[in-house]
């Protein structure tokens, strides 16, 4: 009798690869300056079951990149009348990923919760990885931050704070300061759902 596999993986029109948006932020002239860039992003929807976020760049005491993501045109965290502009402000960043002078930190931006941790073996080139995966409604079922592979964040990881996540975030904003930001920063951030396999007889 045979046994037909059927592989069911449905590709998110919401993934975005963004390090085509900017390979490469410009240099800073002063270290109170900064460059920001930003991109529509779809954070969730049905059947989309893993949230992926990657940052790659060269970390040095001084310097600072970040990734931010929420809501353009949303309330933002001060309850502010909504201003949809196509980028997001500081107040409307819900959750903020990246380094800064020396240490990695995740911010909630709601509350002003912020944890850091320390870049494992050093400064130099690193790629901080950070998997949520997302059960039904979007509801985060697992987290893990990888920084170039060793686990960094492990108590954050194992609160599962629901703020690492919201389905309606629609803008990622990108952001390099400090006069040792240069060339060769890549950023990436992609929804995508679990494969299903279908046996029929």
Same mark, same amino acid.
């Given at each position: 009798?045979?046994?037909?596999?059927?592989?069911?993986?449905?590709?998110? =029109?919401?993934?975005?690869?963004? =390090?085509?948006?900017?390979?490469?932020?410009? $240099?800073?002239?002063?270290?109170?300056?900064?460059?920001?860039?930003?991109?529509?992003?779809?954070?969730?929807?049905?059947?989309?079951?893993?949230?992926?976020?990657?940052?790659?760049?060269?970390?040095?005491? =001084?310097?600072?990149?970040?990734?931010?993501?929420?809501?353009?045109?949303?309330?933002?965290?001060?309850?502010?009348?909504?201003?949809?502009?196509?980028?997001? =402000?500081?107040?409307?960043?819900?959750?903020?990923?990246?380094?800064?002078?020396?240490?990695?930190?995740? #911010?909630?931006?709601?509350?002003?919760?912020?944890?850091? #941790? *320390?870049?494992?073996?050093?400064?130099?080139?690193?790629?901080?990885?950070?998997?949520?995966?997302?059960?039904?409604?979007? @509801?985060?079922?697992?987290?893990? +931050?990888?920084?170039?592979? *060793?686990?960094?964040?492990?108590?954050? #990881? #194992?609160?599962?704070? *629901?703020?690492?996540?919201? $389905?309606?975030?629609?803008?990622?904003?990108? @952001?390099?300061?400090?006069?040792?930001?240069?060339?060769?920063?890549? +950023?990436?951030?992609?929804?995508?759902?679990?494969?299903? $396999?279908?046996?029929?007889?």
């Amino acid at each position: 009798m045979k046994t037909l596999c059927l592989l069911l993986c449905v590709l998110a =029109s919401t993934a975005f690869a963004l =390090s085509s948006v900017r390979p490469e932020l410009p $240099s800073v002239e002063h270290l109170d300056s900064e460059t920001v860039t930003n991109v529509p992003f779809t954070a969730w929807q049905e059947h989309l079951r893993h949230f992926t976020v990657k940052l790659t760049f060269n970390a040095t005491p =001084s310097n600072n990149v970040e990734m931010a993501f929420g809501t353009d045109g949303g309330t933002g965290t001060t309850g502010v009348p909504p201003v949809e502009d196509g980028a997001l =402000s500081p107040e409307e960043c819900d959750l903020t990923v990246g380094w800064d002078c020396g240490a990695w930190f995740v #911010a909630d931006g709601a509350t002003g919760e912020r944890a850091t #941790a *320390a870049p494992a073996g050093g400064c130099g080139a690193h790629e901080l990885v950070v998997r949520v995966r997302l059960g039904r409604g979007g @509801v985060i079922d697992d987290v893990r +931050f990888l920084d170039n592979g *060793a686990e960094v964040f492990a108590e954050l #990881a #194992a609160l599962k704070p *629901a703020w690492l996540h919201a $389905s309606g975030w629609n803008r990622l904003r990108l @952001v390099g300061r400090g006069e040792n930001v240069r060339a060769g920063e890549r +950023f990436f951030a992609q929804v995508t759902p679990d494969g299903t $396999s279908v046996r029929m007889r």
